[in-house]
C-alpha cells in the first residue's frame, strides 16, 4: 500500500473523507471545516455538525485559565523521555531517560500500560494545535510522528511499542496465553493520538504511522477465530474499535470496518442493545470507550444494534448510576445502586477517566439526538467533574474524586505519576471550546455559557458570548454580520432554571417554561444584534432514591461543597505518586461537621456568603459550613454528600 504524504487536492480529500471520524468520536470537527461526508448506507446524516476548534476563541475564565496551564505542562514534558522504551523496544538507542511512575518499571510493571502516555501527549498536542495555532504543539506532533515512524523502520513492523517485555506481550495475548497487563488498551491510546495528529494537526507523517499499525493489526488479528477474538476482549482494550470505524472513515478500507466489528465486544453489546444493565460488578472506564466505539461502528456500518447499546448505557449510566457530580463509582467499578450508602463515602469514586469517556459519549449521542439532557449532563460533569479535576495552580489533575467526608482531592506529580487520568487530564483542558456551539444547515446552537467567540464561516458570521456565568445566570451574545442573515438561534434552557428568558436588542421576545429544552429564536440578524439569556440558578438536593438521607446540595449545575480547611494537612500533602494508595493518604483523624435534619429543613437554613457562590449552613457540631462550588475547592479538606440526621 501507498503511504506517501497527501498533497493538494488529494490531501484536501483525505482530510474531508476524515470528518465523520473526528465529529462523531466526540473530541472535535473536522480539519476542514463544515466538511461532512456521505455517511453509511442507511444511516442518517447527524441532526448537528461542530464548529472546527479553530472556529473558537475562548475568553477569560476559569476554562482559559485550566487550558494555559495545561498548555504549560505539555511543553514543559518532553517527547524523547516519553519515546524512551519505544525505541528500546525497536533496538534503537533512547534519547532521554524514561519518565517515572506508569511509564517506568518497579511496582507498576503489572499494570503493562508503558507508553500509554505517548499516546495521550499526542492527542493532547493536536487539540491543542487545533485550538491555538501554537506551533509549537504541532512540531511536537511531528517530531513523535518521525520518531515511531524510525521504530517502525527499524523494527520491521508496523507495530510500535513500549511495554516492559516489548512486542512478546501483544504475540502472547493473540496466541490467548495468560498475561499481565493491558496491551489493546495501550495500542488504542497510540492509535488515537496517532489519528488524532493526522486528523488535527493535518500530520502526514502521524497518518503514515497510523495506517502502518493499523495495517499490522490487521494482519496479527486475521488468525483468530472470532471466539478466539472475544476471548481477547475480556481484558481491556479500550477504544480499538472505534479507532478502526474512524480508520474507515479516513481511507474507506473494507477491513478497517470489519475490524472495528471484531473489536466490538459482543459479551457488552448483545445485552446493553436489548437494554439489559448488567453493569453491576464491571471495571467502568473498561466499558465506556468500547459504548463509544458502538457509536461510531453504528456510523461505520449502519447496525442499529450498536447505536440502540449506546443510548441504553448512557441513559443507564448518566441517569441512574451517577453521582451530583456526574461521576461513578468505587474502586473504579460500577455497583448496585441499591447499596449506594456503602459506597457514597469511598475516597476511590469518581474516576476522572470515566467522566472524560462519558463526554465523549454524550457529545456523540447529541450531535445525532441533539437533546438538552444530553446537554445537561455534558454541563454538569464540565463543571463538577472535568475543571474540579484539575489542580488550579500547578496543573495536576486528579485520578479519583471521592465523597469520603474530609478527605482532598490529590493529584499526579509532574514526572513520577502518568496515571490514566493523567493522560486524559493532558486531553481535557484544551478542548474546552469543542461543545460550546454547534450547528444545523440554518441555526446555531448554543449549548454551554462560556465566554467565547464563535466564526459561522458559511453564513460570515461571528457570535461572541459574554457571561460572567456561573456567577450570574445569564449570558449575553452579540452577532458580527456582513450582510443581514435569517437564521435560527438556539439557546439552551437548563433543566436546573424554572425559566428562561430571551431578550433581543433589550426587548423580550421569548419565554420558556419547559427546563429541559430549548428555546428557537428565528429572525433576520442584523450586524450588531444583541440577544440576552436570562435564567435562574436555585439551590437544590440532589439524592439517591436507596440512600435519601445521604444527600449533596447544589445550585444551579453546581455541586457545593463544604470547605472544611486543612487541619492535618502538610504543604504539598496532596500531590502523591501513587494511585493506588488513594486513602491511605492523609488518613488521620478528622472530625467532619454534622448537619441535623430533614434535608429540607437543611435545605431551608442554607443563606447566601458575601461572594458569588458561596454559602453558609448551620452545622449541628460547631461552626457553620462554608458552601462553594466543588469545581473551585483545592488544597483542603471538603464534603459534597452529608449523612443528615434526626435533630
Known amino acids: 500500500m501507498n503511504h506517501a504524504p497527501c498533497c493538494g487536492h488529494s490531501r484536501r480529500a483525505f482530510l474531508c473523507s476524515a470528518a465523520t471520524a473526528a465529529v462523531a468520536a466526540g473530541f472535535a470537527p473536522a480539519a476542514v471545516a463544515g466538511a461532512t461526508p456521505a455517511p453509511a448506507g442507511g444511516v442518517p446524516a447527524p441532526a448537528l455538525r461542530p464548529f472546527d476548534l479553530a472556529d473558537v476563541d475562548l475568553g477569560e475564565g476559569p476554562f482559559l485559565h485550566a487550558q494555559r496551564m495545561t498548555e504549560a505542562y505539555l511543553l514543559r514534558l518532553q517527547p524523547d523521555r516519553l519515546l524512551h522504551n519505544f525505541r528500546v523496544n525497536a533496538g534503537l538507542a533512547p534519547r532521554a531517560p524514561v519518565y517515572g511512575g506508569w511509564e517506568s518499571a518497579g511496582i507498576w510493571e503489572d499494570i503493562n500500560c508503558h507508553g500509554h502516555t505517548l499516546g495521550h501527549y499526542l492527542s493532547a498536542c493536536a487539540l491543542a494545535w487545533r485550538s491555538t495555532r501554537d506551533r509549537r504543539f504541532r512540531q511536537r506532533v511531528d517530531y513523535i510522528a518521525d520518531e515511531l515512524a524510525a521504530c517502525q523502520r527499524a523494527s520491521g513492523t508496523g507495530l510500535v511499542c513500549a511495554f516492559a517485555k516489548g512486542p512478546a506481550l501483544v504475540a502472547a495475548h493473540l496466541r490467548g496465553e495468560p498475561i499481565t497487563g493491558v496491551p489493546w488498551y495501550t495500542l488504542h491510546k497510540i492509535f488515537a493520538g496517532l489519528r488524532d495528529g493526522a486528523l488535527l494537526a493535518e500530520s502526514a507523517r502521524s497518518r503514515e504511522v497510523l495506517l502502518r499499525l493499523a495495517d499490522w493489526a490487521v494482519i496479527a488479528t486475521a488468525p483468530l477465530t472470532d471466539a478466539q477474538f472475544e476471548a481477547m476482549l475480556d481484558t481491556e482494550h479500550g477504544g480499538m474499535n472505534e479507532v478502526f470505524a474512524d480508520l474507515h472513515a479516513m481511507t474507506g478500507k473494507p477491513e478497517y470496518r470489519d475490524l472495528a466489528r471484531r473489536f466490538s465486544h459482543k459479551a457488552i453489546l448483545e445485552p446493553l442493545s436489548q437494554e439489559r444493565d448488567h453493569l453491576d460488578g464491571l471495571h467502568a472506564n473498561t466499558q465506556i470507550p468500547k459504548i463509544v466505539g458502538f457509536a461510531r461502528v453504528y456510523e461505520a456500518t449502519g447496525d442499529t444494534a450498536y447505536r440502540n447499546a449506546a443510548a441504553f448505557f448512557w441513559k443507564t449510566v448518566a441517569q441512574t448510576r451517577s453521582f451530583a457530580t456526574g461521576g461513578h463509582g468505587d474502586n473504579e467499578h460500577f455497583f448496585p445502586m441499591a447499596d449506594f450508602a456503602s459506597h457514597v463515602f469511598s475516597a476511590k469514586g469518581g474516576e476522572t477517566c470515566c ?207 463544604g470547605a472544611l480547611g486543612r487541619e492535618g494537612l502538610q504543604d504539598g500533602a496532596d500531590v502523591i505518586v501513587n494511585e493506588r494508595l488513594y486513602g491511605a493518604y492523609n488518613d488521620g483523624p478528622f472530625t467532619t461537621p454534622q448537619l441535623a435534619g430533614d434535608p429540607e429543613d437543611i435545605l431551608g437554613r442554607i443563606r447566601p456568603g458575601p461572594e458569588p457562590l458561596h454559602f453558609t449552613v448551620p452545622s449541628s457540631t460547631g461552626a457553620p459550613v462554608r458552601l462553594v462550588p466543588y469545581f473551585r475547592i483545592a488544597h483542603e479538606r471538603y464534603a459534597t454528600y452529608w449523612p443528615t440526621t434526626a435533630s
Open 355 to 561: 467522566q472524560h469517556n462519558m463526554l465523549r459519549l454524550t457529545r456523540a449521542l447529541f450531535l445525532r439526538d441533539p437533546q438538552a439532557d444530553y446537554a445537561d449532563y455534558y454541563e454538569r460533569v464540565l463543571y463538577n467533574g472535568i475543571l474540579a479535576s484539575q489542580d488550579p495552580d500547578s496543573g495536576m489533575v486528579t485520578y479519583f474524586q471521592g465523597a469520603r467526608p474530609g478527605y482532598m482531592k490529590l493529584y499526579h506529580t509532574p514526572e513520577d505519576s502518568f496515571w490514566c487520568c493523567t493522560g486524559t487530564g493532558m486531553e481535557n483542558h484544551v478542548k474546552y471550546r469543542d461543545s460550546i456551539y454547534f450547528r444545523g444547515d440554518d441555526s446555531i446552537v448554543v449549548n454551554l455559557f462560556i465566554p467565547s467567540t464563535v466564526r459561522w464561516a458559511e453564513r460570515d458570521a461571528v457570535l461572541t458570548q459574554t457571561t460572567a456565568f456561573p456567577e450570574r445566570p445569564s449570558t449575553l451574545l452579540k452577532w458580527a454580520l456582513k450582510r443581514p442573515t435569517e437564521a435560527t438561534l438556539k439557546l439552551r434552557h437548563p433543566r436546573w432554571s424554572k425559566e428562561a428568558t430571551v431578550l433581543v436588542n433589550g426587548r423580550a421576545v421569548a419565554r420558556s417554561r419547559h427546563p429541559g429544552s430549548f428555546v428557537d429564536v428565528r429572525r433576520a440578524w442584523e450586524n450588531g444584534d444583541q440577544v440576552e439569556l436570562v435564567l435562574a440558578m436555585h439551590l437544590a438536593i440532589d439524592r439517591a432514591p436507596a440512600a435519601p438521607d445521604i444527600v449533596a446540595f447544589t445550585y444551579g449545575p453546581l455541586v457545593l461543597a
